[in-house]
């Protein structure tokens, strides 16, 4: 374990070496302040906490100018290598990390171009043992193409992080109003063809739309076991629920996995696991579904992740038994990390629901594009867009012409919107507004529907 430690400390030091600044960088020129310039001096001779003592009265509230951001910049490498002193009593280490997270932090909310002091908070996630940020954005420092040995030692750091990872976990809660819970469609009238003339009827009682505010809660974890070096088992479950007011359209699920994972090199993975899931509607139970998945995850290059996963599940309906049946999807993913500020991301995905009523019958296809921006001032935004077309085998008459099968399609569009700058116990509040509508050829089977988010996304 020692030797471990020891070479990571040796590998901190050979990425701190190999990390030039670009002209615009924060540590790039020297201050007007020699009080500044005396603490860059025992920073590079390794005396940190003598440089902390002298520039945490001269560290910045605002960051107006380049000198602000450089002071701001050696303030928090001096914390990172106060926490990382041997001499460092382990007390205090944790909260000289934390300062260090802070101040680069708070540069990337008003710079989040700036490659260098990205990379410093990769180090110093990793050294708090955060692997998640860490890896988040040592993956956002490739993307801005480093110097080669640079990118070498990031995906050395990378590597580490995989191979140790043992726990993972997840948690979310959101508000979620919803102006069509029910996803009715407001049409009032519909038209039957009865003995070859087609006749309108007028509903009597139509279904309206309802709206309504909801609460939606997830959360998951997973354990990895080593097998072998290359090996894992993956053993984890996860739970969400959404509730509304009343329990009409309240929705609750479990579900659970286990299986191995094979680590093949540094760019590929492979998972093949067994999965069972159980399902509630309205406070009741709706169903339960037994299958496997098959996941693979490659990096095409420093920028490009793709992940694929295809699966298969036996379902089975408590009440609405004609609609038991195997269910079966495949889908593509890519993530593109333009820049260290700008990320793309596409799908496309296939599914086939083999209902043992032919009229539920059907398959579908679906499309989707993303794209998510860092600007200065802390704001990140982000819009989403996808289609989807399901096509229906069975005899959707009344709703449709006598013999013909339903076909819907859905689009979605999605803007997000939050500020980095401003967290609460680490995560930022982000709004999303996302808008929804389905066409169909099935009369009353269309609908509209506006739906808005208040999510929290990890910062710190």
């Known amino acids: 374990m020692h030797s471990v430690k020891v070479a990571c400390t040796l590998a901190f030091l050979l990425l701190s070496m190999a990390a030039p600044l670009d002209a615009q960088e924060a540590r790039s020129r020297p ?9 860059r001096t025992l920073i590079d001779g390794g005396s940190f906490s003598e440089a902390l003592s002298i520039l945490r009265p001269l560290a910045p509230e605002d960051l107006e100018d380049e000198e602000q951001v450089g002071v701001l910049f050696l303030f928090g490498l001096a914390a990172l290598g106060a926490g990382q002193d041997p001499e460092t009593p382990e007390s205090e280490r944790k909260e000289y990390v934390d300062e260090a997270i802070g ?7 008003v710079r989040p171009e700036l490659v260098r002091v990205r990379l410093e908070l990769a180090r110093a996630f990793y050294v708090k043992g955060d692997d998640r940020l860490s890896r988040r954005n040592f993956e956002r420092v490739l993307a801005g193409n480093p110097h080669p040995t640079v990118a070498a030692n990031i995906r050395r750091f990378l590597a ?8 993972s976990g997840y948690f979310g809660a959101t508000l979620a109003p919803d102006t069509n819970i029910n996803t009715s469609s407001d049409e009032q009238v519909i038209y039957i063809d009865a003995l070859g003339a087609v006749r309108q009827f007028t509903l009597d ?4 739309s309802r709206s309504g505010l909801g609460v939606a809660l997830w959360g998951g974890g997973e354990y990895e076991h080593p097998l072998r070096s290359n090996v894992r088992l993956r053993a984890g479950g996860s739970i969400s629920r959404t509730e509304y007011e009343g329990r009409e359209f309240d929705q609750m699920s479990l579900s659970a996995h286990l299986g191995p994972r094979w680590l093949l090199g540094d760019r590929t993975e492979i998972s093949l696991v067994g999965s069972a899931s159980r399902s509630w509607s309205g406070g009741e139970p709706q169903s339960h579904a037994l299958g496997g998945r098959l996941e693979v995850a490659r990096l095409l290059s420093r920028k490009l992740l793709v992940r694929t996963q295809v699966s298969y599940h036996e379902r089975e309906y408590d009440e609405a038994t004609h609609l038991n049946g195997p269910r079966s999807s495949i889908s593509l993913r890519g993530l593109w990390q333009a820049t260290p500020t700008l990320r793309f991301d596409a799908s ?5 629901e083999q ?21 200065p001032r802390g704001f990140t935004v982000g819009v989403n867009g996808e289609l989807r077309w399901t096509e229906y085998e069975g005899n ?3 709703f449709t012409s006598p013999g013909e099968s339903r076909s819907d399609r859905t689009q979605s569009l999605s803007f997000s919107l939050y500020n980095r700058g401003f967290t609460v116990k680490g995560f930022s509040p982000k709004l999303v507004v996302t808008r929804e509508m389905r066409e ?20 710190l």
């Not at 496309?348 to 086939?352: C, D, T, V």
């Not at 209902?355 to 600007?375: H, K, V």
């Not at 169909?440 to 910062?459: I, M």
């Open 396 to 398: 959707w008459s009344p």
């Open 103 to 109: 101040a680069f932090h708070r540069i990337l909310v």
């Open 440 to 459: 169909s050829n099935a009369q009353l089977h269309d609908y509209r529907r506006t739906r808005g988010e208040l999510q929290f996304v990890r910062q």
């Open 205 to 208: 009682d139509p279904q309206e």
């Open 31 to 39: 201050s007007s302040d020699s009080q500044v310039n005396n603490a």
């Open 160 to 167: 580490i992080i995989r191979q140790r990872r043992r726990w």
């Open 348 to 352: 496309a995905g296939l599914n086939r």
């Open 355 to 375: 209902t043992e009523t032919a009229r539920e019958r059907n398959e579908g296809q679906s499309l989707g594009l993303g794209a998510s921006i860092d600007l």
